[in-house]
Protein backbone atom coordinates (compact mmCIF):
# COMPACT_ATOMS: atom_id res chain seq x y z
CA UNK A 1 0.00 0.00 0.00
CA UNK A 2 2.80 2.68 1.07
CA UNK A 3 4.89 2.03 -2.29
CA UNK A 4 1.67 2.26 -4.35
CA UNK A 5 1.00 5.76 -2.68
CA UNK A 6 4.73 6.56 -3.49
CA UNK A 7 4.69 5.83 -7.18
CA UNK A 8 1.26 7.32 -7.39
CA UNK A 9 2.50 10.54 -6.12
CA UNK A 10 5.57 10.78 -8.33
CA UNK A 11 3.41 10.27 -10.98
CA UNK A 12 1.51 13.33 -10.43
CA UNK A 13 5.01 15.06 -9.58
CA UNK A 14 6.05 13.97 -13.27
CA UNK A 15 3.34 14.78 -14.71
CA UNK A 16 3.17 18.21 -13.30
CA UNK A 17 6.62 18.50 -14.24
CA UNK A 18 6.59 18.07 -17.83
CA UNK A 19 3.51 19.38 -18.54
CA UNK A 20 5.23 22.48 -17.10
CA UNK A 21 7.66 22.10 -19.41
CA UNK A 22 5.82 21.37 -22.68
CA UNK A 23 4.38 24.70 -21.92
CA UNK A 24 7.15 26.82 -21.18
CA UNK A 25 8.55 26.04 -24.21
CA UNK A 26 5.83 26.29 -26.72
CA UNK A 27 6.89 27.41 -30.18
CA UNK A 28 5.56 27.82 -33.65
CA UNK A 29 7.67 26.79 -36.85
CA UNK A 30 6.65 28.82 -40.09
CA UNK A 31 7.50 28.91 -44.00
CA UNK A 32 9.31 31.93 -45.27
CA UNK A 33 10.00 33.26 -48.58
CA UNK A 34 14.12 34.79 -48.54
CA UNK A 35 13.18 35.81 -52.28
CA UNK A 36 15.87 38.43 -52.45
CA UNK A 37 14.04 41.48 -50.93
CA UNK A 38 16.37 44.11 -51.83
CA UNK A 39 16.24 47.44 -49.48
CA UNK A 40 16.67 50.78 -51.20
CA UNK A 41 17.43 53.91 -48.69
CA UNK A 42 17.34 57.45 -51.00
CA UNK A 43 18.27 55.23 -54.06
CA UNK A 44 21.06 53.48 -52.97
CA UNK A 45 21.38 49.91 -51.92
CA UNK A 46 21.11 49.01 -48.21
CA UNK A 47 21.92 45.33 -46.70
CA UNK A 48 20.70 45.52 -43.04
CA UNK A 49 23.47 43.75 -40.82
CA UNK A 50 23.42 42.99 -36.91
CA UNK A 51 25.47 44.81 -34.41
CA UNK A 52 28.36 42.26 -34.76
CA UNK A 53 27.92 42.78 -38.73
CA UNK A 54 26.20 39.87 -39.74
CA UNK A 55 23.88 40.51 -42.87
CA UNK A 56 20.06 40.59 -41.99
CA UNK A 57 18.13 39.42 -45.03
CA UNK A 58 14.37 40.14 -44.90
CA UNK A 59 11.75 37.86 -45.62
CA UNK A 60 7.89 37.51 -46.35
CA UNK A 61 5.66 35.32 -44.36
CA UNK A 62 1.91 35.62 -44.57
CA UNK A 63 1.85 37.98 -47.64
CA UNK A 64 3.60 40.38 -45.11
CA UNK A 65 7.18 41.33 -45.56
CA UNK A 66 9.69 41.46 -42.40
CA UNK A 67 12.58 43.44 -42.45
CA UNK A 68 14.97 44.31 -39.28
CA UNK A 69 13.80 47.39 -37.56
CA UNK A 70 16.86 48.92 -35.90
CA UNK A 71 18.79 48.27 -39.36
CA UNK A 72 16.56 50.25 -40.95
CA UNK A 73 15.77 52.77 -38.95
CA UNK A 74 19.57 53.75 -38.12
CA UNK A 75 19.72 53.61 -42.12
CA UNK A 76 17.42 56.44 -41.76
CA UNK A 77 18.64 58.40 -39.44
CA UNK A 78 15.85 57.64 -37.05
CA UNK A 79 16.28 56.49 -33.04
CA UNK A 80 15.11 53.62 -32.23
CA UNK A 81 14.73 51.87 -28.29
CA UNK A 82 12.85 49.14 -26.81
CA UNK A 83 11.52 49.49 -23.98
CA UNK A 84 8.51 47.04 -21.96
CA UNK A 85 7.42 45.16 -25.05
CA UNK A 86 7.36 48.25 -27.14
CA UNK A 87 9.48 49.38 -30.12
CA UNK A 88 10.00 53.60 -30.44
CA UNK A 89 10.80 54.85 -33.24
CA UNK A 90 11.66 58.22 -34.03
CA UNK A 91 10.10 59.27 -30.40
CA UNK A 92 11.09 59.85 -27.06
CA UNK A 93 8.75 57.59 -25.18
CA UNK A 94 11.51 55.38 -24.03
CA UNK A 95 13.65 56.99 -21.58
CA UNK A 96 17.26 56.52 -22.29
CA UNK A 97 17.64 54.75 -18.32
CA UNK A 98 15.44 51.96 -19.03
CA UNK A 99 15.32 51.18 -22.60
CA UNK A 100 18.03 49.02 -25.01
CA UNK A 101 18.59 49.52 -28.44
CA UNK A 102 16.43 46.22 -30.51
Known amino acids: MRNSVKWFVLGILFTIILGTTVMANQTRSIEVNFGGIRIMVNNQLFIPQDAEGN ?18 SEALGVDVRWSNNTVYIGCSQASPQTSTHV
Open 55 to 72: IIEPFIWNGVTYLPVRAV
